[in-house]
């Protein structure tokens, strides 16, 4: 489990329930919707201290919730682990597109999977959950708003660092918004 509530004062992501802190690059946390929250501008982001958990890598069942408000209608990460090198295209990345829809990047370039419409600037509260078998499930506000079927090799992660408010793969796609308690956890 890797859960991160940016309750501290002293540093963004030290209170994770967990026991796996964060450290950021020019992070700004203030008063969220729970406590407080991860303040995103596109320039920053924030990395777990150890790797997210073999468990809940390779093509195991996961789920990853959090609140976040949009502020930005162009493609941003903000919830992603694993790794895109040449040898291991093992992604899994949670994403608003250009049309606000949640998505999914997984596996690498070209796998796309979409389910359900955030609202900017209103705190929504999201979750991604793969049964660890035939598909991947978006709730927004408790709400199942899509399932889609996925292939258990699609899925395949490789345990790497949790990155909030940008992707491991690069600093190109910074989210603009808020986040706030964020979960990565192993089953659906």
Not at 26 to 46: D, F, H, I, P
Not at 65 to 71: E, F, P
Not at 100 to 123: D, K, M, P, Q, R
């Amino acid at each position: 489990l890797n859960h991160y509530k940016f309750d501290s004062t002293i540093t963004p992501g030290e209170d994770s329930v967990s026991g796996n802190t964060m450290t950021g690059t020019a992070v700004q946390t203030a008063s969220g919707k729970v406590g407080k929250m991860l303040v995103c501008t596109a320039v920053q982001y924030m990395d777990a201290s150890t790797a997210v958990s073999a468990s809940i890598t390779a093509a195991g069942a996961r789920s990853v919730a959090l609140w976040v408000t949009r502020l930005s209608t162009r493609l941003t990460a903000f919830a992603s682990y694993g790794s895109t090198s040449a040898s291991n295209n093992a992604l899994f990345e949670i994403v608003a597109n250009a049309n606000g829809e949640l998505c999914v990047y997984t596996g690498g370039v070209g796998n796309i999977f979409c389910g359900g419409a955030l609202t900017s600037s209103v705190w929504q509260h999201v979750a991604v959950v793969y049964d660890g078998a035939t598909s991947l499930y978006f709730y927004i506000n408790g709400a199942l708003s899509a399932a889609s079927p996925v292939a258990v090799t699609t899925l395949a992660t490789a345990s790497g660092t949790l990155r909030l408010c940008d992707s491991v793969t690069s600093q190109t796609n910074g989210f603009v918004g808020r986040l706030d308690d964020v979960g990565v956890w192993e089953g659906p």
